[in-house]
């Protein structure tokens, strides 16, 4: 629509209201479950997918684990919150987009290899799928002649999610406790906890 009134046109295309429609969310870590919490502030029905579904956490937080392929199917709004793996790389292809309702919309702030992304510039170019909202991009900067430019009904951002004076704040403040607890001998955030050791605290203190 922005582009539209920029090309002096008046759109008179009907939008997506939220309120009272499914939210899928796939992945329910922190962000994924602050998503939820947001969707379901808004008014919206609430489910998800995960590697690691928690029925503790679906409890406490009101929504439900659903398969990958009904959470697809069913959804108005998609959101992606998982990480990249061999497991999840093109998670999203060809033929799962095929099941999501051509009124629906795909976000990814996620990792751009996550969604197959020239199938799905293919699907919003023939109109069976809504609307997308894309952060993130298997190829980062984003070429100049990637199908995904040529789209009108998506929203594009180069990977700025937490650009924000606060967002970086709290990376480097981030670090900085990383690094003090590390020298502390009681390492926090540690990614590969199986082949990490350490016995007894180093002789640097902070």
């Not at 709004?77 to 309702?101: C, E, F, Y």
């Amino acid at each position: 629509m922005t582009a539209e009134l920029r090309h002096g046109r008046w759109p008179g295309d009907l939008s997506l209201s939220l309120a009272g429609r499914q939210l899928g969310v796939i992945g329910t870590g922190n962000i994924g479950c602050e998503m939820l919490r947001l969707g379901q502030a808004i008014g919206m029905q609430t489910v998800a997918w995960s590697l690691h579904p928690d029925p503790a956490k679906a409890e406490r937080l009101n929504f439900r684990y659903v398969s990958l392929e009904e959470l697809l199917r069913t959804s108005d709004a998609v959101s992606l919150h998982t990480r990249l793996s061999d497991q999840t790389r093109h998670l999203l292809n060809a033929d799962r987009l095929a099941l999501m309702k051509p009124t629906a919309v795909l976000v990814n702030t996620a990792r751009g290899a996550v969604v197959d992304t020239l199938a799905l510039a293919d699907a919003l170019q023939n109109r069976r799928l809504f609307a997308a909202g894309l952060d993130v991009y298997e190829q980062e900067p984003l070429p100049a002649t990637h199908p995904l430019l040529a789209c009108d009904q998506v929203v594009l951002t180069p990977h700025s999610a937490d650009m924000t004076q606060a967002g970086i704040d709290l990376l480097t403040q981030g670090c900085i406790d990383n690094i003090a607890a590390f020298l502390k001998g009681q390492p926090q955030n540690v990614v590969n906890p199986d082949v990490f050791s350490f016995p007894q605290a180093p002789p640097h203190t902070v």
